[in-house]
Nanobody
Framework: QVQLVESGGGLVQAGGSLRLTCAAS????????MGWFRQVPGKVREFVAA????????SYVDSVQGRFTIPRDNAKNTVYLQMNSLKPEDTAVYYC??????????????????WGQGTQVTVSS
């Protein structure tokens, strides 16, 4: 089992920045690739970003490329989502998720085994 807890969400103006944190406990964190997803009411949870177990490779959905980054710190069992130049359309509940390391940079939510409870991000115009 892996337990994931997100934090760092909140209200920010368009153009601003937020850093989300996902703290993991349980099984060895470095065994897992990590991802961030987001969901708005009435819509499917969508992929945002992923990072390999080592942090050496990352992947992003086109809409956040160049604005978001997904660093991880295996010594702290933590993955982050650094969000810059935020837009109102980034408003959503953001979830972190863990997938076994052989599922490299996976964008399909059904292939992630563990999920956090989510943190709300609201971007005002």
């Amino acid at each position: 089992q892996v337990q994931l807890v997100e934090s760092g969400g909140g209200l920010v103006q368009a153009g601003g920045s937020l850093r989300l944190t996902c703290a993991a406990s349980g099984r060895t964190f470095s065994r897992y690739g990590m991802g961030w997803f987001r969901q708005v009411p009435g819509k499917v949870r969508e992929f945002v970003a992923a990072v390999t177990w080592s942090g050496g490779s990352t992947s992003y959905v086109d809409s956040v490329q160049g604005r978001f980054t997904i660093p991880r710190d295996n010594a702290k069992n933590t993955v982050y989502l650094q969000m810059n130049s935020l837009k109102p359309e980034d408003t959503a509940v953001y979830y972190c998720a863990a997938a076994p390391k052989d599922r490299v940079l996976e964008t399909r939510r059904e292939l992630y085994d563990y999920w956090g409870q989510g943190t709300q991000v609201t971007v005002s115009s």
